[in-house]
T-cell receptor
Framework: KNQVEQSPQSLIILEGKNCTLQ??????????LRWYKQDTGRGPVSLTI?????NTKSNGRYTATLDADTKQSSLHITASQLSDSASYIC????????????FGGGTRLMVKP | DTAVSQTPKYLVTQMGNDKSIKCEQN?????MYWYKQDSKKFLKIMFS???????INETVPNRFSPKSPDKAHLNLHINSLELGDSAVYFC???????????????FGNGTRLTVT
């Protein structure tokens, strides 16, 4: 069964600190893996998209990594800002699932001053 | 502004009623979607259209009927609303279907449906 699991469920950090969010998936191969940021009351916004062959991709202070051997991805946030407070969602498009995206449950990040 | 816009933002209605949610995108995308986000924040695909043709129809009650008059619009009509339909519904669009390359999804800001 195609599954995407994220950890931790929630995280509180101080402004300026770094943090790393984890995403584990169960099935390979996949088409691509995505990270989205969802602010409260808003729709998700794309941060990064990585294909199966990519190991890392950056978008400003956000860096996503991918280890296809361990079926893990991580999203690293550098020098966190208050505006980083949001839910971060990992999404995988599995090759055996046609055009469907499988969403993780998200990590709720709170950055405190 | 270029965006995916959906209306209304909030919808409160009683069980048994019929309601519609509208979605429009002016990004020139070929593919549009409806997602449901439940209380645990999981996003689940409901429908997807590519160039006005239905390409994904997940296990959704047939009380839910999408309609795409053109590729810039995908509306969602819900008949005989039930308590369990309460959720946030997101419209989204992408240049191509997800399995045809890495084009990101652009989401609207959601419609919070509350059925009482």
């Amino acid at each position: 069964k195609n599954q995407v699991e994220q950890s931790p469920q929630s995280l509180i950090i101080l402004e300026g600190k770094n943090c790393t969010l984890q995403c584990n998936y169960t099935v390979s191969p996949f088409s691509n893996l995505r990270w989205y940021k969802q602010d409260t009351g808003r729709g998700p916004v794309s941060l990064t998209i990585m294909t199966f062959s990519e190991n890392t991709k950056s978008n400003g202070r956000y860096t996503a990594t991918l280890d296809a051997d361990t079926k893990q991805s991580s999203l690293h946030i550098t020098a966190s800002q208050l505006s980083d407070s949001a839910s971060y969602i990992c999404v995988v498009i599995f090759n055996n699932a046609g055009n469907m995206l499988t969403f993780g449950g998200g990590t709720r990040l709170m950055v405190k001053p | 502004d270029t965006a995916v816009s959906q209306t209304p933002k909030y919808l409160v209605t009683q069980m048994g009623n019929d309601k519609s949610i509208k979605c429009e995108q002016n990004l020139g995308h070929d593919t549009m979607y409806w997602y449901k986000q439940d209380s645990k924040k999981f996003l689940k695909i409901m429908f997807s259209y590519n160039n006005k043709e239905l390409i994904i129809n997940e296990t959704v009650p047939n009380r839910f009927s999408p309609k795409s008059p053109d590729k810039a619009h995908l509306n969602l009509h819900i008949n005989s609303l039930e308590l369990g339909d309460s959720a946030v519904y997101f419209c989204a669009s992408s240049q191509r279907p997800p399995g045809q390359g890495a084009s990101p999804l652009h989401f609207g800001n959601g419609t919070r449906l509350t059925v009482t």
